[in-house]
């Protein structure tokens, strides 16, 4: 089984891919599910079920797991700390923010757990996993570094997918096309440091600023919240999309 895994890549990883949000999808059990236990239960089986499959493909190796390289990414990851910064205002176009009412402390901690499990979880199974699965493949020179980042980005940016199940349509487009981005960025950051930590840490910081007001605050519905018009999709696009872009192009250039 393991030898098919790595004969047919890529689409191994689509249906494994596939195959764990189902497993989210089972434990989404609340009308919040980011906020509640059940999303706790969900990230860490993901997590232990794409450690695992490292293990047995044997690319532990170029997962990023150990500690070098740590700093290096998040110096790196520079540009994703300001962008998460502007997405706290960005994320939240039309708030009136005198009318928002925290939920209190414990909210808050159980928020911050989930950001974290949520950047673990995504970190480890789209770089740690897919992304090194593909370059274990592919091989490491310019081109085929590429390749594997682009093809793990467009993964990243169709499980959010299932997201029209509970959003707009067109904060959902919003959100894979803006993901596919994030998730070039994210890619490079990992390719440049083979470190998944770093990844992790900004990853989290980034979804806790852009996700703070709406889930730890009563009255925070924003544009993203409600039904977008044309202008709007494509400036948020625009704007999440072209930074990322940008400084992966910029951090690859010195890569032969």
């Known amino acids: 089984m393991i030898k098919a895994i790595k004969k047919y890549t890529e689409v191994s990883m689509i249906l494994f891919s596939i195959a764990l949000l189902q497993i989210s999808n089972l434990f989404q059990w609340d009308n919040n599910p980011i906020m509640g236990m059940d999303k706790i239960i969900a990230d ?13 493909m044997g690319i532990q190796s170029g997962a990023g797991f150990k500690m070098k390289g740590f700093f ?11 962008i998460g910064v502007a997405s706290i205002f960005v994320s939240n176009v039309g708030l009136n923010w005198e009318q928002l009412s925290f ?14 499990l949520v950047g673990a979880n995504e970190e480890i199974w789209m770089r740690s996993l897919v992304l090194n699965s593909f370059i274990s493949k592919y091989g490491a020179e310019k081109k085929s570094l590429w390749k594997a980042i682009i093809m793990s980005a467009i993964i990243f940016g169709l499980i959010h997918i299932p997201n029209l199940f509970f959003m707009e349509p067109m904060t959902v487009l919003v959100q894979v096309i803006n993901a596919m981005s994030a998730g070039i960025l994210f890619a490079v950051i990992f390719v440049k440091c083979r470190n998944i930590w770093a990844g992790i840490i900004i990853h989290a910081i980034v979804d806790w600023c852009s996700l703070l007001i709406g889930n730890c605050f009563v009255g925070g519905n924003t544009v993203l919240s409600m ?4 202008i ?3 400036s948020i696009i625009l ?9 992966s192009i910029i951090y690859m250039r010195k890569i032969e």
């Open 44 to 56: 860490t089986i993901i997590i232990v079920l794409c450690c695992l499959l490292i293990k047995k």
């Open 72 to 82: 290096k990414g998040i110096v790196y990851g520079i540009p994703f700390l300001v």
């Open 103 to 116: 939920l209190g402390i414990s909210h808050l901690v159980l928020f911050t757990i989930n950001m974290l």
């Open 227 to 230: 039904s977008m018009n044309g």
């Open 232 to 234: 709007q999709v494509v």
């Open 239 to 247: 704007a999440g999309s072209l930074p990322p872009i940008i400084f």
